[in-house]
């Protein structure tokens, strides 16, 4: 069984930052990849940023620049740093791991809401 557990959302002024952190409850290895989706009503999932366990990173067009996806391999976690924040970034933030390989399917955090006020 993994466990994504994440963290780091919250409210914040547009032009301001945030990190995410997604934990993982197994090696970061484990997985091809991990990253970072966002969802706002009555959208779809859509991806914001992925790291390989290469350290292959993939960034969507509307974030590049703006925000970096890393890891930390001893503590199993990701991280995305999210810079000059804007209201249109504002969505429920959920953690992926791509473990179809090793577990089979691919996991999900339980989400972490983040509101950036114009």
């Known amino acids: 069984q993994v466990q994504l557990v994440e963290s780091g959302g919250g409210l914040v002024q547009a032009g301001g930052s945030l990190r995410l952190s997604c934990a993982a409850s197994?090696?970061?290895?484990?997985?091809?990849?991990m990253g970072w989706f966002r969802q706002t009503p009555g959208k779809q999932r859509e991806l914001v940023a992925s790291i390989t366990k290469e350290g292959t990173t993939n960034y969507a067009d509307s974030v590049k620049g703006r925000f970096a996806i890393s890891r930390d391999n001893v503590k199993n976690t990701v991280y995305l740093q999210m810079n000059s924040l804007k209201p249109e970034d504002t969505a429920v933030y959920y953690c992926?791991?791509?473990?179809?390989?090793?577990?089979?399917?691919?996991?999900w955090g339980q989400g972490t809401q983040v509101t950036v006020s114009s």
């Open positions: 992926n791991a791509d473990g179809s390989i090793f577990f089979g399917r691919v996991y």
């Open positions: 197994r090696s970061f290895l484990s997985f091809n990849s």
